[in-house]
């Protein structure tokens, strides 16, 4: 059985955040479609709105809608790529305007991947889509017969793509022939909902499960190089959901959620430190930081020892994964985006574009496509931190 993250309460602003809420420049923050209101609090410069479009806004009877999957860009077409929980793929041009629609059976649990001009889109409906990014035409289909839910991976030909179910599946990206595939078998008790994104590095690929292991796989065949468990006894949210991340040292960083954040060694899964903060859903590495966010936080880690630099507390919200841009920490915690100065952790500004952010933004330089709660999709430019 899967766990939502956290229960969620009304969202209180801080009197230090209230006057950084917003975006300006081109189009100013109260002029958002999903809030409207006149303005109440100057605009900042962090960042400007370009355009947006309602993909999937809710309906008269649904209360709390909720979008989880990543926007992706194709750079040939100049589409970016979202996927709604109304089952829909679009591809949104660069004037904000829908260019082609793909449908399928149900919501999305993660978001698609562009490379080459073939959009790879994983269903809810157990199905892994090859989409022509220019036209939406369907180039192949493979059936997994389980819900996918992470963005899929390329690399040396293949295409890997993991279930809510335990299973990483690797299929050719030629044709969607399956490959091979690998899984492990949940444990009895809860767990938390979502699943580990492989980390493909050489020939391996690094991918964690939620029966607490790690588990490095052959990229070739899918056989096991080495397995390690991480969150020891017991039956109930064990889960290890981080995608991996590695340094240039050769150290492989993954968190269980039960019991904190791991440094092991690449090549033999050897472990190098542990700190214990349980709740951590994702992990970030960028130069000598390792971040990591989750239930009721956000964490600033020195990379090589796992000393806590800094500790955002969140109350009861949760932190979904974040990403860098123009120099910022962008985390969505569902209910806002926040944009944090990863040297200390300060709050610079906390964007809520209506029903506030779940999915992970898409970063391509200065420019961030943010997917809200509320089925909008958001092109911002990003100015970065100004002292």
Same mark, same amino acid.
């Given at each position: ?115 080459? /001009?073939?959009? @790879? !889109? ?7 889509? =090859? %989409?022509?990014?220019? &036209? #939406? $035409?369907?180039? +192949? ?108 040292? /050769?150290?492989? @960083? !993954? ?7 791991? =440094? %092991?060694?690449?090549? &033999? #899964? $050897?472990?190098? +430190? ?114």
């Amino acid at each position: 059985m899967k766990k939502g993250l956290v229960s969620w309460k009304r969202w209180l602003v801080g009197a230090a955040s209230v006057g950084l809420l917003g975006g300006c420049g081109r189009t100013q923050y109260y002029t958002n479609p999903e809030i409207p209101r006149g303005p109440t609090h100057p605009p900042v410069d962090y960042f400007s709105v370009n355009w947006w479009a309602p993909l999937a806004p809710p309906g008269l009877l649904e209360y709390a809608p909720r979008e989880v999957a990543t926007p992706a860009y194709d750079a040939d077409n100049k589409h970016v790529i979202a996927l709604t929980r109304d089952g829909y793929v679009r591809a949104v041009g660069a004037d904000g305007k829908v260019k082609w629609s793909f449908r399928t059976a149900i919501r999305f649990n993660a978001g698609a991947r562009v490379s080459e /001009g073939i959009a @790879y !889109v994983p269903g809810g409906d157990g199905v892994l889509y =090859a %989409l022509d990014s220019a &036209t #939406g $035409d369907v180039k +192949w289909k493979y059936t997994a017969g389980e819900s996918l839910a992470t963005v899929p991976v390329l690399a040396n030909g293949l295409v890997l793509v993991a279930s809510e179910s335990d299973t990483l599946f690797a299929v050719k990206a030629a044709d969607g022939v399956w490959a091979w595939q690998y899984r492990r078998d949940p444990p009895p008790g809860f767990t938390v909902r979502g699943a580990s994104t492989p980390l493909v590095r050489e020939d391996a690929a690094y991918v964690g499960f939620s029966d607490g292991f790690v588990v490095a796989l052959s990229l070739s065949d899918g056989s096991v190089t080495w397995e390690k468990s991480l969150s020891g006894g017991g039956t109930e949210f064990l889960d290890v959901d981080t995608q991996p991340a590695i340094d240039e040292a /050769g150290r492989l @960083y !993954v968190a269980s959620y039960k019991s904190g954040i791991f =440094a %092991l060694e690449a090549e &033999t #899964g $050897d472990m190098v +430190w542990n700190t214990a903060v349980g709740g951590v859903t994702s992990l970030l590495s960028r130069g000598q930081l390792l971040f990591a966010s989750g239930d009721g936080r956000v964490d600033a880690y020195l990379s090589d020892s796992g000393r806590l630099l800094w500790s955002l507390p969140l109350g009861e919200r949760a932190a979904f994964a974040p990403v860098f841009a123009q120099g910022m920490l962008l985390v969505p915690i569902q209910r806002s985006l926040l944009f944090l100065d990863p040297k200390t952790g300060k709050s610079r500004v906390a964007w809520n574009p209506g029903d506030g952010i779940t999915a992970t933004p898409f970063v391509r330089g200065k420019q961030v496509f943010v997917l809200s709660n509320n089925g909008y999709l958001y092109a911002l430019d990003v100015n970065g931190i100004r002292g």
